[in-house]
């Protein structure tokens, strides 16, 4: 459902036409913004409007779509006992803005971003794999990724043997 609630207007207030289609579902207001404003306005929502905790940052991969990754960041002010979802879409090799400065949290969560779908983080301080081996080719939760041909092919090379699975 659409949301105009007073945050989503001083969201608006401060950034305009970056503030893209915020709704709001099962009580949290979700804000999808423009993903060339995504740091600056998640500096906003942790010192103007409280969210002092980054509960996790994820992607989706929409295929079909134009820009094909939602960027996802969930975010919690203690101080307000309330819950901001902030999205942005990504399309393909369309780097981000690290949230590492804002919260060090962040650190991890776009590795393992970047890991899983690819999505490169400008400004992040050790952008590399996480979870998988340096050496692993693709990004295992696109969905598009053939994970059993690429899983027979590195245990193969590097475990010599014909089957990981």
Request: proline fraction near 5%; hydrophobic fraction near 40%.
């Given at each position: 459902m ?9 969201l ?32 906003y ?117 014909e089957?990981?699975?």
């Amino acid at each position: 459902m659409p949301l105009d609630n007073e945050l989503v207007q001083r969201l608006k207030a401060r950034f305009g036409a970056a503030i893209l289609d915020p709704t709001l579902d099962r009580k949290q207001a979700i804000v999808l913004v423009a993903a060339g404003q995504w740091l600056e306005i998640a500096r906003y929502c942790r010192d103007q409007e409280k969210f002092d905790y980054l509960v996790d940052e994820t992607a989706v991969d929409w295929p079909k779509r134009e820009k094909r990754f939602d960027l996802v960041a969930n975010l919690y002010s203690f101080q307000k006992n309330e819950r901001l979802r902030l999205k942005a879409h990504l399309a393909e090799n369309e780097p981000a803005a690290s949230l590492v400065s804002v919260w060090p949290a962040a650190n991890w969560l776009e590795r393992e971003i970047y890991d899983m779908f690819g999505i490169r983080f400008e400004g992040h301080p050790d952008m590399r794999r996480i979870l998988l081996p340096d050496e692993w080719v693709g990004h295992p939760l696109r969905k598009d990724y053939d994970i059993l041909t690429q899983d027979d092919a590195w245990v193969k090379e590097n475990l010599g043997i014909e089957k990981g699975q």
